[in-house]
């Protein structure tokens, strides 16, 4: 994987090489990232310089041609004659800012050399190799370590950076990138994925121009705003073509990433730590490691690198128990209940929920303390018997009965200040002495940098997970940080990053022992979606909004980073809590089940015909759920501005579903394709839609036109027929080898305004259908 031959790196995956050479000074030049090359000699690749350039500065008067501001480089330090940003600002040990980090040797070692203090990737020696360069500033004594671990099957690379200070004088880190490279420039377009509460991961495309582009977190969290992971493409690429870079953190505070383009049409690419009220002070012999940064490449588009990013997320960085299993069914009670439940009510829930399918029943938020709403007892997790008179024992022993699996919902890491915690200890929360803090969700983060705090939640929510049969855990986390201080540590610059560290302590002390326990972690929604949590918590619930038209953007843009198996996704009630909008419990079902499903609304609305739909829905996600979760996933570039297609198929090419979701209906519109890719082109297939029901009040006063009587559209006869007959949405059904249906499945026609037909689609506002491909090998075998 990784090779060294006269000065020159070469990284190899599957398909992509990463390849970087030591300068006759000692710098690191970068060569080349990209498609795979079996070349020896790589100098017809290097960026060249021929003559010296006007308004630069030699780094030595030995070679006037040599400068750094025009180079290509893999590591670059300040005050050399590089004026591009630099990856590290550090006040070093001579008091000057400036440090010239060169080579002085490396070494390759097999397997992924994990850092210590932060979460990261892992692999065996038969998955990774690992480069560490050792680069040094010699006038100050210190020391700048380079890892590289090359995966090789899932063609990704990680970068790391570790700053040891060798000198008597201390040294202050105000940032230290854990990456950075520089890339020749082909037209980018930054994709990044940007929102806030329920708008999160929408994707938003940059055209990369002369100057930096940021993208960042300073909430404290790797924040709804702006997810850690983002692509460069080059221009013109598209979902299934064209050469796109993916990168992303693992690690869950303040990220930044800066993305350069020089006037020599070079682009900068960093990312790490935020530099955002960050400080850190070095003694002698201290050291600092950064967490892991993560890059791919694909030639074959955006899907090319999300399928790279999959593997990597189910294979390195999800561990432990849940590692590529599959992930239950969950009913969770949030949405239906919000505070206010007996147990009597959740009983009735869950018994509901059992006979639909439904494999975890989840409580929510409300089942402790005085938490009657979000004004208190953040923090007092003592059951409330008024509302659970089992207690969560003998509670979640009900529940086990039942014959489902029972999950608690935490939110450990706050307090209300009208709490019982809140009134013993004030000291455990985030404020400043003599300043009036301010309140998110009329609570206050608790001071994860002081051991004590870490102590106690640590004791309170292992206490509770040992005293009743809990095998999930819902960790929510519902505001950003203000007023950020701790007594515990002298210099502030340390607190955003010591709060996370303090995090991943608390996080690897109560899970590390019980890899059972499913763990799904929550920020208001997506608030902490990213790669240090997933080391910890198999799937992460993507969003508040569970209507499924904002999910397709949600998910969608999630997806770019992430695996299905990852994704919380719920069907809820509609209209949709968070925006009001009307849409079918179908199109709710077909877009969460492309992630982790579960459901998340008052089951005894359900009607006779719904709760059939439901345990139909539940039914199928099981029967399709491995490949729902962990097969093969893509997009397709819309093929008109009111669709979205998705697919995932299975790793043997067996079995694929298809979603064709429809935003807003157009009239008399042509045909829709349903567009498919990665099946066995020489296998046949059998395509079909998946069943699902109309209800007759569907279509009001249209009815009429089709009855041989007039009724009311709102009238009771309407809502006899419709108790008593529902319709089922028009079926389709080909059979074919793999190479025709993708050349371009055409699907009928929908509704035109002109009558209706069984073979009338209808889908239209919202609508959606998901479509199973069989290969017929395997229909012979099942029957
Ligand atoms: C925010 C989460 O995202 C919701 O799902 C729910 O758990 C609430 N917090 C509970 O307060």
């Known amino acids: 994987m990784i090779t060294y031959t006269d000065g020159t790196f070469h ?186 509460w329920i708008r999160e991961t929408h994707r938003q495309d940059t ?20 997810n850690p992971g983002f692509l460069l493409a080059e221009q013109g690429a598209t979902e299934t073509q064209g050469r796109v870079y993916g990168f992303n953190l693992i690690y869950s505070g303040n990220h930044y990433s800066g993305i350069e383009l020089s006037d020599r049409g070079l682009v900068r690419v960093m990312t790490g730590i935020n530099p955002y009220c960050f400080e850190w002070p070095l003694e002698k012999d201290g050291e600092f490691e950064t967490p892991e940064a993560v890059m791919t490449f694909s030639a074959d588009g955006y899907n090319g690198t999300s399928g790279h990013f999959h593997d990597f997320v189910n294979e390195h960085i999800v561990r432990g128990d849940w590692k590529g299993k599959e992930r239950p069914v969950l009913l969770n009670t949030w949405e239906s209940n919000f505070f206010s439940f007996t147990e009597r009510k959740l009983m009735r829930l869950a018994v509901r929920a059992k006979k639909l399918g439904v494999e975890l029943f989840v409580l929510d938020d409300g089942w402790f303390g005085k938490r009657d709403n979000d004004k208190a007892g953040l923090g007092d997790y003592t059951v409330n018997r008024k509302k659970l008179r089992s207690g ?35 000291e455990y929360a985030v404020q400043i002495p003599g300043r009036t803090p301010s309140y998110g969700r009329n609570q206050l983060v608790l001071d994860l940098c002081n051991p004590e705090v870490r102590d106690y939640i640590v004791a309170s929510v292992r206490g509770i997970l040992d005293s009743a049969d809990i095998s999930y855990v819902k960790w929510d986390m519902n505001r950003h940080m203000s007023d950020m201080y701790s007594k515990c540590i002298g210099n502030q610059g340390e607190f955003f990053h010591r709060y996370i560290l303090g995090l991943y302590n608390i996080l690897g002390r109560i899970f590390g ?54 994704m ?52 199928f996600y099981k029967e399709h759920r491995s490949v729902l979760q962990y097969g093969t996933f893509y997009r397709f570039d819309p093929l008109k501005a009111n669709k979205v297609h998705w697919e995932t198929v ?36 059998l395509l079909r ?16 036109f089709l009855l041989p009587f007039h009724i009311h559209p709102e009238g009771f006869l309407m809502r006899l027929i419709s108790k008593f007959y529902r319709m089922t949405d028009c079926v389709e059904e080909y059979e074919g080898y793999g190479a025709m249906f993708e050349a371009g499945l055409k699907l009928n026609n929908q509704f035109e305004g002109t009558g209706y037909n069984t073979a009338t689609r209808l889908p239209g506002d919202f609508g959606s259908n998901l479509y199973v491909l069989t290969r017929l090998e395997e229909i012979g075998k099942a029957g």
């Open 689 to 704: 839609t998946r069943p699902q029901p109309v209800y007759i009040n569907r279509f009001g006063h249209l009815i009429n």
């Open 207 to 226: 055209q990369i121009r002369m100057g930096l582009y940021v993208n960042e977190s300073t909430t404290g969290a790797s924040s709804n705003r702006r």
């Open 392 to 426: 969560l024992q003998g509670f979640s022993r009900k529940i086990g009965r039942l014959g489902m699996r029972f999950g608690l919902w935490f939110e450990p890491e706050m307090a209300n200040p009208d709490s019982d915690l809140f009134r013993a200890h004030p």
């Open 513 to 566: 022992d019980r890899p059972q326990i499913l763990l799904e972690s929550c920020s208001s929604g997506g608030n902490r979606f990213d790669l240090g949590m997933l080391c910890y918590s198999p799937q992460i619930w993507s969003s508040d909004d569970t209507d499924p038209v904002e999910r397709l953007e949600i998910q969608r843009g999630l997806s770019y980073l992430y695996p299905l198996s990852t």
């Open 11 to 196: 990284l190899k995956t599957q398909n992509t090489s990463y390849i970087f050479r030591v300068t006759k000074f000692g710098h690191i030049e970068s060569l080349f990232y990209g498609e795979r090359l079996e070349e020896q000699n790589f100098e017809a690749l290097a960026v060249k310089q021929t003559a010296e350039i006007g308004s630069t500065v030699k780094y030595d008067e030995s070679d006037p041609m040599y400068s750094l501001d025009t180079m290509a480089l893999e590591w670059s330090g300040i005050g050399k004659g590089d004026y591009r940003h630099s990856p590290a600002e550090i006040k070093m040990p001579d008091g000057s800012f400036v440090a010239d980090f060169t080579y002085e040797g490396h070494r390759i070692t097999d397997g992924n050399l994990s850092p210590a203090s932060v979460p990261s990737s892992y692999g065996d020696t038969k998955d990774c190799q690992t480069l560490e360069i050792i680069l040094s500033d010699r006038v100050n004594l210190v020391t700048l370590l380079l890892y590289f671990t090359v995966y090789e099957k899932t063609d990704v690379i990680t970068r790391r950076t570790v700053l040891k200070n060798g000198n008597e004088n201390p040294l202050v880190i105000r940032k230290l990138m854990s990456m950075m490279t520089d890339l020749p420039d082909r037209n980018y377009t930054c994709v990044t994925f940007q929102g806030g």
């Open 650 to 685: 299975s790793g043997d090419r067996s079995r694929a579903i298809a979603g064709f979701f429809q935003t807003q209906v157009k009239a008399a519109e042509s045909f829709d394709f349903l567009p498919l890719t990665g099946l066995d082109l020489s296998s046949r297939y």
């Open 568 to 619: 919380g996704a719920h069907v809820s009630w509609s209209p949709h809590q968070q925006t009001l909008r009307t849409t079918t419990l179908a199109s709710c079902f077909n877009t969460a089940s492309f992630g982790c499903l579960g459901y998340e609304l008052d089951l005894s609305f359900l009607s006779r015909f719904q709760k059939k739909e439901v345990s139909e829905q539940i039914a």
